[in-house]
Nanobody, 126 residues
Framework: QVQLVESGGGSVQAGGSLTLSCAAS????????MGWFRQAPGKEREFVAT????????YYADSVKGRFSISRGSAKNTLYLQMSSLKPEDTAVYYC???????????????????WGQGTQVTVSS
């Protein structure tokens, strides 16, 4: 099992930037894919971005492509989400998640992600 702890959320005005971090511990050697998801009030949890073990491959939701960037730290046990040009519709609780499935260049299947963080709130005001 992998333990995940997010940080870096907060409040920002539209057009601003934030960087989220996720620290992973535990059996990280079995983690192939990591991802960021988000859930707005009254909506289902949706994927934001995924990244493979080495950090060489990424995949983004259309809604964040060109504005968000997912990356992994050099030790491979830290995940980042750099968010820029934020919009009010980006307001949500953001979760990092880990999967032992191999990365694919397609929208991830949430049930493949067996480990989740507690979430961090991002609020974008207009």
């Amino acid at each position: 099992q992998v333990q995940l702890v997010e940080s870096g959320g907060g409040s920002v005005q539209a057009g601003g930037s934030l960087t989220l971090s996720c620290a992973a511990s535990g059996r990280t050697f079995r983690t192939y894919t990591m991802g960021w998801f988000r859930q707005a009030p009254g909506k289902e949890r949706e994927f934001v971005a995924t990244i493979n073990w080495s950090g060489s491959n990424t995949y983004y939701a259309d809604s964040v492509k060109g504005r968000f960037s997912i990356s992994r730290g050099s030790a491979k046990n830290t995940l980042y989400l750099q968010m820029s040009s934020l919009k009010p519709e980006d307001t949500a609780v953001y979760y990092c998640a880990a999967s032992s499935e191999e990365w694919r260049p397609s929208p991830p299947i949430k049930v493949d992600f067996g480990s989740w963080g507690q979430g961090t709130q991002v609020t974008v005001s207009s």
